[in-house]
């Protein structure tokens, strides 16, 4: 098998972590990892009964992370040749793909992705990544995080806070349009 980024590079067969067989290339250090071998691993790993809501949104995570300079080059599946095809993560300071074979399953990591998806508690989980519902959930919170931004920067950390947590308290209470209400009136003068 050859690197999906290097073509001329024979991919080394190891273990990505304990139990997860890969295929690693000694230019890039990028892995790819079989869909069997995956498929091996991953139930001992994922939690059955964790939705997809309850998985963490990579925005969130506001660490430092340097995606690999070979992050943006199309690759070909090495098992079937296939145009990989990428699935968008985006962390608070930057982005990165991941990449999945259309046609075996089989996924690519470039260097440090896989670490990173670790440690998001995300790698149990990779064939979700590349679903709607993953997606779409996301993109609401990827809007919310966006939003409380935008918020924070125009009224302080400080008062942003306390907003957030009135809204939230408001949003819990039965009556909790009437705070709403009286709000907005303050705020009609
Ligand atoms: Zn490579
Ligand atoms: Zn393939």
């Not at 190891?14 to 997860?20: K, P, S, V, Y």
Request: hydrophobic content about 35%; aromatic content about 12%.
């Amino acid at each position: 098998m050859l690197c999906p980024k290097h073509p001329q590079e024979a991919l080394l067969t190891g273990q990505l972590e304990a139990g997860l067989t890969s295929h690693s290339c000694p230019t890039c250090h990028g892995s790819w990892v079989a869909a069997d071998d995956y498929q091996t691993w991953q139930p001992t790993h994922a939690d059955p009964s964790i939705r997809v809501s309850n998985l963490t949104v990579p925005i969130n995570h506001s660490g430092d992370f340097q995606p690999s300079r070979y992050d943006n080059r199309a690759g070909l599946c090495p098992n079937c040749g296939f145009y990989l095809v990428r699935g968008r993560i985006n962390l608070q300071k930057t982005a990165f793909f991941i990449e999945r074979c259309p046609g075996c399953k089989g996924t690519w990591y470039d260097d440090g992705e896989w670490a990173l998806l670790d440690k998001l508690g995300l790698s149990a989980y990779i064939p979700v990544l590349f679903t709607d519902e993953w997606h779409s959930y996301v993109r609401s919170a990827e809007a919310e995080f966006r939003e409380r931004t935008a918020t924070a920067e125009k009224l302080g950390t400080d008062i942003a806070e306390k907003l957030f947590e009135l809204a939230k308290l408001l949003e819990q209470h039965p009556n909790g349009d009437f705070g709403v209400a009286y709000l907005m009136r303050r705020f009609e003068k």
